[in-house]
């Protein structure tokens, strides 16, 4: 069975501060990796993914994350921080072969102080 | 191209009652999942439908039920209502449904049940 960690329910930055949010997964093979981002009333929108090929992956708003197998983990990172940016941030896997089930962490909660 | 649509947006009903959530995805999308979001327990995976078959169920009891129509909408039914079946209830649709795909999450339907 798949499982996502995420390390710290809450991350508080200021603004232009660099931003990292992390996440660890467990599974029998490396599975697909996403990062998505909720705000206030609203679904999720996908900021990125890893599927296969190049280990770092650049996603929406300026979001970057790099897949390390070694470590079984797919941090996220921003480099300067905004105030927009303040939201809630979902690790997710899903298997690499059959359905798009995803299987999400408990989520990280991001504020960012001006 | 429209996004995933939810109705109704927001549902209060009392213990014991019923209620049928519906969802439609983005055009030529054929795979529909539902997922459950709680503050207690997160994220989790309800069920996901491709050509109006159930494909995959994840660990809710029977009292949740789903389908699937030709045209790809989706409708999930929730039968004697209970104070903890409270919850946002998120729609998400994909072209095929496999694990690289990415899921396209509609605003979701917060339900309250009294």
């Known amino acids: 069975a798949q499982s996502v960690t995420q390390l710290g329910s809450h991350v508080s930055v200021s603004e232009g501060a660099l931003v990292l949010l992390r996440c660890n997964y467990s599974?029998?093979?490396?599975?697909?990796l996403f990062w998505y981002v909720q705000y206030p009333n609203q679904g999720l929108q996908l900021l990125l993914k890893y599927t296969t090929g190049a280990t770092l992956v650049k996603g929406i708003n300026g979001f970057e994350a790099e897949f390390k197998k070694s470590e079984t983990s797919f941090h996220l990172t921003k480099p300067s921080a905004h105030m927009s940016d303040a939201a809630e941030y979902f690790c997710a896997v899903s298997r690499n072969s059959g359905y798009s089930t995803l299987t999400f962490g408990k989520g990280t909660m991001l504020l960012v102080s001006p | 191209k429209a996004g995933v649509t939810q109705t109704p947006r927001y549902l209060i009903k009392t213990r014991g009652q019923q209620v049928t959530l519906s969802c439609s995805p983005i055009s030529g999308h054929r795979s529909v999942s539902w997922y459950q979001q709680t503050p207690g327990q997160g994220l989790q995976f309800l069920f996901e439908y491709f050509s109006e078959t159930q494909r995959n169920k994840g660990n809710f009891p029977g009292r949740f039920s789903g389908r699937q129509f030709s045209n790809s909408r989706s409708e999930m039914n929730v039968s004697t209502l209970e104070l903890g079946d409270s919850a946002l209830y998120l729609c998400?649709?994909?072209?095929?449904?496999?694990?690289?795909?990415?899921?396209?999450f509609g605003p979701g339907t917060r339900l309250t049940v009294l």
């Open positions: 599974s029998s093979v490396p599975p697909y």
């Open positions: 998400a649709s994909s072209l095929v449904g496999e694990g690289n795909n990415e899921q396209f």
